[in-house]
């Protein structure tokens, strides 16, 4: 990982949320800060949209979040499929035969697990559109677009990893993971750090979770068989009667933040929670990928989107350093106006750019003020001012001041453009209070077109 990356983990439940945010570097892993919050109300956008305003953008670099292992329901096909698009037309066909909802109900996600003879065989991650609505609401609202959402087993497994690794023990072989949190109870088998099985359940009291271990490990037992597992480990809330008790011999509790590295005056703050943290610790070391990985059709369209912006924004840096570079050029040689429009068109025209944006670009956008290229907010302001722009609006100047006020001038081809531009800007997250100075039809030639000047505040 780079140096002094944050990592923001957002673990949900049915009935609390966590978060931890993380800095790391090639060395070193520290949490800097961990939040709990319980539901009021299970299910209520309002409550995780309170919870996530407490992050805010630039504090992280990547958001990974983890949703409850009993959301979901897992289903394993073999399809003589030997590419993803040919398994996406088969799939809906083959899962209406094994989910016992309606695929409008559903949201599901798939993974291959292997290939072999022209089969591929899927782990198809299932779940209720009602039962995350609440969460896809708030995420909706806040405009956030996670790196990863993965299922809390993901979580649990790489805090594991990180147990044996903190050991010596590069491999995990033949281990049942047992974390106990506040209200739940989270399963984990794990063998050549590959998972064989999990499960969840929510208690209420303790006798509970002895009926909900027993059951559990007959579960696996008929699947696996007894031996399947050498060691089991506990963690999360530490209860020596449930330890004791679990029907699993000589297991071993490690602390959930055991192994971690905290910021001053953290550890004390946790370290008498009910809470178990497993999950949303092992999501702060974040693999890139993962099989349990769950990524909703809606979401992998917003990512494609954010990915072309983000080109965009790179493309048009690149655009506004040619332009500078020429205007230094025309400077230095005394150059006229002509000439200097000549060279400029050679400029860009040299630019080597695969995105399909640049022509787009290269059209809107004609000089970018220094300063205002300088300034913090300049991609994220270019962005919403770029996504903004009607079809037939062209900028030649954009200035931002420190006092937070702005200036947008350039051309269009009817003067409704104009005000349609102010509209979308004061809908813009970053920018407010938009206002057209003026709008003036210029003739140049034959041809007619509207000047403007849009004053406004970041």
């Known amino acids: 990982m780079k140096k002094n990356k944050r990592i923001l983990a957002i673990e949900f439940s049915v009935k609390h949320i966590k978060a931890a945010l993380a800095s790391s570097s090639k060395k070193r ?122 299922i809390s087993s993901s979580g649990l497994l790489d805090w594991l990893d ?77 209860n020596e009667d449930i330890i004791s008790n679990s029907g699993i011999g000589a297991p071993e509790y490690i602390a959930s933040w055991n192994s971690f590295s905290f910021k001053k005056g953290l550890l004390e703050k946790i370290s008498g929670s009910k809470f178990s943290f497993a999950a949303v610790l092992g999501l702060c070391l974040s693999r890139d990928l993962s099989p349990l990985d769950f990524v909703p059709d809606f979401l992998k369209t917003k990512k494609e989107k954010s990915s072309r912006r983000k080109i965009s924004i790179e493309i048009l ?33 040299e630019i080597k750019v695969e995105a399909q944006e640049l022509d787009i670009i290269a059209d809107k956008v004609k000089i970018i003020d220094r300063q205002f290229r300088k300034s913090a907010f300049f991609s994220e302001v270019i962005e919403a001012v770029i996504s903004s722009l009607p079809d ?28 349609t531009l102010k509209d979308s800007l004061n809908k813009a997250a970053l920018l407010k209070s938009a206002k057209v100075k003026y709008a003036s039809k210029i003739k140049q030639g034959n041809h007619v077109r509207v000047e403007f000047l849009i004053f406004g505040e970041l």
């Open 29 to 150: 892993l520290i949490i800097e800060r961990m939040e709990v919050s319980e539901f009021a109300r299970p299910g209520r956008a309002e409550e995780i949209e309170e919870f996530l305003r407490k992050f805010s953008r630039p504090k992280y670099d990547k958001l990974v979040i983890s949703l409850p292992r009993e959301f979901f329901f897992i289903r394993f096909l073999k399809l003589p499929a030997s590419s993803m698009e040919e398994a996406k037309k088969m799939m809906p066909y083959q899962l209406a035969k094994v989910v016992p909802y309606s695929l409008e109900e559903v949201i599901y996600d798939f993974s291959v697990l292997k290939t072999d003879a022209g089969f591929s065989e899927f782990v198809i991650f299932l779940v209720q559109k009602k039962r995350i609505s609440a969460l896809l609401e708030a995420m909706e609202k806040l405009k956030i677009i996670p790196f990863r959402i993965t």
């Open 162 to 238: 990180f147990q044996m690794s903190a050991k010596g023990q590069e491999e995990i072989c033949a281990t049942a993971l047992i974390n106990i949190d506040k209200g739940e109870v989270g399963f984990l088998m794990v063998d050549k750090n590959k998972i064989l099985f999990s499960r969840s359940f929510a208690y209420e009291a303790d006798p509970q979770i002895y009926d909900g271990i027993a059951q559990t490990l007959s579960i696996f037992e008929k699947r696996f068989g007894r031996s399947a597992f050498a060691r089991a480990i506990f963690t999360g809330s530490k």
């Open 317 to 349: 840096q690149i655009i506004s350093t040619a332009i500078l570079i020429a205007a230094a050029f025309m400077f230095k040689h005394g150059l006229d106006m002509s000439n200097y429009l000549k060279i400029l068109d050679k400029r860009l025209s």
């Open 392 to 419: 037939n609006v062209y900028l030649t100047l954009l200035d931002f001041q420190k006092n937070g006020e702005f200036s947008i001038k350039g051309y269009a081809d009817e003067a409704s453009s104009v005000f």
